[in-house]
């Protein structure tokens, strides 16, 4: 059984409207143009048990909620949700590329938009780099959104899961 928590945050993904005022000084972006240093997403963000992830509601927190629960990366079992754009004839590079080289373990893509997510463990950015540029445009982390412990049974995807890619080489 999926998790609620992931079903909230792509609620979250699909009702949110690209031009929708959010507070972008809590939205990390990595472009081309600005490259973090380190480990991305940053080390701030707001961990979700899953005992927090089985309740029947959303957990949406107001700032100083939220930041009670900030804790500090890197804790190998915590995943989060990064969104990807990505050049119209680039989808499946983009895709194939965060799965080559970060361990992603959902993935979503946007049927009308050159855009998704996948949630995915911290990786050094100097590896995601590799994606960012050609195949991806930007890689986006809210820090106000929310970040969950993997739980044991959700297995890391490999390009071999992705119909996206499997449909690209036919």
């Not at 780099?129 to 959104?145: F, I, T």
């Amino acid at each position: 059984m999926v998790p609620k928590a992931f079903c909230f945050e792509h609620l979250a993904f699909v009702s949110t409207a690209p031009n929708h005022s959010i507070d972008r000084k809590k939205i990390h972006k990595f472009t081309e143009e600005s490259i973090p240093v380190g480990f991305w997403p940053p080390q701030v963000h707001r961990i979700v048990s899953i005992m927090d992830t089985k309740s029947s509601s959303p957990s949406f927190f107001s700032h100083s909620e939220s930041e009670v629960g900030t804790q500090i990366w890197p804790v190998h079992d915590n995943i989060a949700v990064v969104r990807f754009e990505y050049a119209t004839d680039q989808q499946i590079d983009c895709i194939k590329c965060l799965m080559e080289h970060s361990e992603v373990f959902l993935l979503y893509t946007a049927e009308r938009t050159p855009d998704g997510y996948v949630w995915m463990r911290q990786a050094p950015a100097k590896i995601l780099k590799l994606c960012v540029g050609n195949l991806c445009s930007s890689l986006a982390y809210d820090e106000q959104r929310m970040q969950i412990q993997r739980h044991a049974g959700l297995l890391q995807l490999t390009t071999g899961d992705n119909p996206f890619i499997q449909k690209g080489k036919q």
